[in-house]
């Protein structure tokens, strides 16, 4: 018999939650607590690194390491956690507009890097903790409850950026269905290397047009839900062999194909995989050069101290 010494009552906290009722985000966080569960991770290997958002709080609900930063700068400290501690299991959290908007330019730069750590975007098509402005994924010409004119411009497609940035493990997940989203989140978790999962999340208070309701509607194709599964269609985004440059363009430009099926079929699950050596390994080989880098061998916290006196 197999003892699970953890569950997902181990990784929540006492701290009052100040979502919204209903909110999806509390879907992704019984997600990320169950994901956790099953991989039997010790809370006190895992830190969870957050921008600012509704989203952003997370850390707070989650017993674990937390470290709720600056807008758009969960994945540059998330970053550095690994790097400081590689023994942790690093979790980057927030929302499309932490992620994609003030945080793009790491979004994008993260993906070059390929440090083990996984990357959970609350994607809702607003900013709901500023009151439901149009976020990057917000298509032109819509207007929600929460915004006075319909959005003035083109949204982003999160999941071709990602795949076309490097991140080694791309996938889209959807909040209100967390047994399999924290099926998917102990995927993310286990790749070896930069893992990346965009989970569409529903704000009941701002966004009233991508809704429960809506998402849950019978579109697809035979009369199936809008929403549906890559797997379950036997769809395989991983790459066989990473040498094969062919092969790797194949898989990323179908990958992206895919990601741009949007409206009435909507695809979730894994759309691209690689292994490829991680930014750590490439550290222990040599292939990168530790005294390059910022993190210094033996730091300690009064260098730290030094550095920002320097400042003052
Ligand atoms: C530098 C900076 N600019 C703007 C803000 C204001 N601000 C706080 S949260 C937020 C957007 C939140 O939206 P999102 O990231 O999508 O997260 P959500 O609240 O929807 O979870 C903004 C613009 C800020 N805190 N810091």
New binding site residues.
């Given amino acids: 018999m197999v003892v699970q010494t953890f569950t997902s009552r181990d990784y929540k906290t006492d701290t009052h939650n100040t979502w919204c009722a209903g909110c999806g985000?509390f879907g992704v966080l019984n997600a990320i607590q169950a994901g956790l569960a099953e991989l039997q991770l010790p809370p006190h290997e895992v830190a969870v690194v957050s921008?600012?958002?509704?989203?952003?709080k997370a850390p707070h609900y989650i017993n674990a390491y937390g470290f709720h930063t600056?807008?758009?700068r969960a994945l540059p400290v998330a970053t550095g956690v690994k790097l400081a501690n590689p023994n942790l299991t690093v979790l980057a959290v927030?929302?499309?507009?932490?992620?994609y908007?003030?945080g793009a330019g790491y979004f994008m730069n993260s993906g070059r890097r390929n440090v083990d750590l996984t990357y959970l975007v609350?994607n809702?098509g607003?900013?709901?903790?500023?009151k439901g402005?149009a976020?990057p994924t917000m298509p032109k010409g819509l207007k929600t409850k929460g915004m006075a004119e319909p959005a003035v411009q083109d949204n982003i497609n999160p999941l071709a950026l990602a795949i076309a940035s490097g991140y080694t493990f791309v996938a889209r997940g959807y909040a209100l269905e967390p047994k399999r989203l924290a099926r998917l989140i102990a995927q993310a978790v286990q790749h070896r290397g930069t893992a990346f999962i965009d989970i569409l999340q529903t704000?009941p208070v701002y966004n009233d047009l991508y809704t429960k309701e809506w998402y849950a509607e019978k579109t697809g194709s035979n009369g199936r839900a809008r929403l549906f599964y890559l797997d379950d269609e036997g769809y395989d985004g991983r790459v066989a062999d990473p040498t094969n440059v062919d092969e790797v363009v194949e898989k990323k430009v179908h990958a992206i194909a895919r990601s741009y099926e949007w409206g009435a079929n909507i695809p979730l699950g894994v759309f691209y995989q690689m292994e490829v050596p991680t930014f750590e390994e490439q550290l222990g080989q040599g292939g990168l050069r530790r005294d390059r880098l910022p993190v210094e061998e033996n730091f300690e916290y009064r260098d730290l101290t030094r550095l920002m006196d320097s400042f003052r």
């Fill in positions: 985000d921008g600012i958002g509704c989203s952003g600056l807008h758009g927030g929302g499309d507009g932490d992620g908007g003030i609350f809702n607003v900013y709901g903790l500023t402005q976020s704000c």
